[in-house]
């Protein structure tokens, strides 16, 4: 089992660009987050998904957009890029509300 | 709204002390509360999950637990190695199943 992957590992965008964050599991879980991860801030949740089909916003949804094409894949997706999502974005996944979440490696951006 | 703190943001010992983390939660109506280790330019690994009707959990050296009435986790690490050297993170699920983290603290186990 690969877990949870993310690509990019890393990206540079210009204010003004969107891109698309992927992620995908291979553990059959229902649950699917994204986060971001600030200096000396604990992770925040961005969009999650607790079941395919279904997307609801986190504590910070403000500039994204999600999308779950299927039970293994959740994306992520910035419309137009601001410094202010300079970052670190880290997709997790779950099996359900008893069990931990599993985390891929991350996604360090950086919007000049 | 929860709100989770850790204290210290960073800690230093040397190798072969036993050590405690700290993490303080405002809200004790949490479903579970979960440690995680973060290494540099990685993602996070769950250490321990203490569900609300649990007062702790072990797993190797590691011995977690959990306060609801005073808010209150602790993680003891027993004889400390180098390669305990990480960003240790807790954080709390509520009713909502969403994870609330506090900033974690930076461990650093000196040879």
């Known amino acids: 089992n690969a877990g949870v992957t993310q690509t990019p590992k890393f990206q540079v965008l210009k204010t003004g660009q969107s891109m698309t964050l992927q992620c995908a599991q291979d553990?059959?879980?229902?649950?699917m987050y994204w986060y971001r991860q600030d200096p000396g801030m604990g992770l925040r949740l961005i969009y999650y998904?607790?079941?395919?089909?279904?997307?609801d916003k986190g504590e910070v949804p403000n500039g994204y957009n999600v999308s779950r094409l299927n039970k293994r894949e959740f994306s992520l997706r910035l419309e137009s890029a601001a410094p202010s999502q300079t970052s670190v974005y880290f997709c997790?996944?779950?099996?359900?509300?008893?069990?931990?979440?599993?985390f891929g490696p991350g996604t360090r951006l950086t919007v000049l | 709204k929860q709100e989770v703190t850790q204290i210290p943001a960073a800690l230093s010992v040397p190798e072969g002390e036993n050590l405690v983390l700290n993490c303080s939660f405002t809200?004790?109506?949490?479903?579970?509360l979960q440690w995680f280790r973060q290494d540099p330019g990685k993602g996070l690994t769950s250490l321990l999950l203490?569900?609300?009707s649990q007062r702790e959990q072990t797993s190797g050296r590691l011995n977690a637990s959990l306060d609801k009435s005073s808010g209150r986790s602790t993680l003891y690490i027993a004889a400390s190695q180098p390669g305990d050297s990480a960003t240790y993170l807790c954080?709390?699920?509520?009713?909502?199943?969403?994870?609330?983290w506090g900033a974690g603290t930076k461990l650093i186990i000196k040879p």
């Open positions: 997790a996944s779950t099996l359900d509300s008893t069990d931990t979440q599993y």
């Open positions: 553990m059959n879980h229902n649950s």
């Open positions: 998904s607790a079941s395919e089909g279904t997307t």
């Open positions: 809200d004790s109506a949490i479903y579970n």
């Open positions: 203490i569900q609300s």
């Open positions: 954080a709390t699920e509520g009713s909502n199943y969403q994870l609330i």
